[in-house]
Nanobody, 121 residues
């Protein structure tokens, strides 16, 4: 059974930082492209970032480029998202997703349960 379990969310002030983690099981993590997706209240899902399985190359949505960094530890089947310079508009439920690119936003069965990030003073 594929399982993705996110953690690390919370309440942070604007300009602050958080590091999200996602522990994967039930599939070959090291061979899988992995992504982060977020969904703000009342809005559709938004692709945030993807990291490739082999090269480790990463891509980012324009809204987070330069502030967020995706990484992975294949030995521990874990995906990370380092979020710096957080803004109120980053407030959302953040999901770890198996797959690459914007297409993952249509595949909810490939997501975890999510972790809430709230940016507010």
């Amino acid at each position: 059974e594929v399982q993705l379990v996110e953690s690390g969310g919370g309440l942070v002030q604007p300009g602050g930082s958080l590091r999200l983690s996602c522990t994967a099981s039930g599939f070959t993590f090291s061979s899988s492209h992995m992504s982060w997706v977020r969904q703000a209240p009342g809005k559709g899902p938004e692709w945030v970032s993807t990291i490739n399985s082999g090269s480790g190359n990463a891509n980012y949505a324009e809204s987070v480029r330069g502030r967020f960094t995706i990484s992975r530890n294949n030995a521990k089947n874990t995906l990370f998202l380092q979020m710096n310079s957080l803004k109120p508009e980053d407030t959302a439920l953040y999901y770890c997703a198996r797959g690459a690119g914007v297409a993952v936003t249509t595949r909810r069965n490939y997501w975890g349960q999510g972790t809430q990030v709230t940016v507010s003073s």
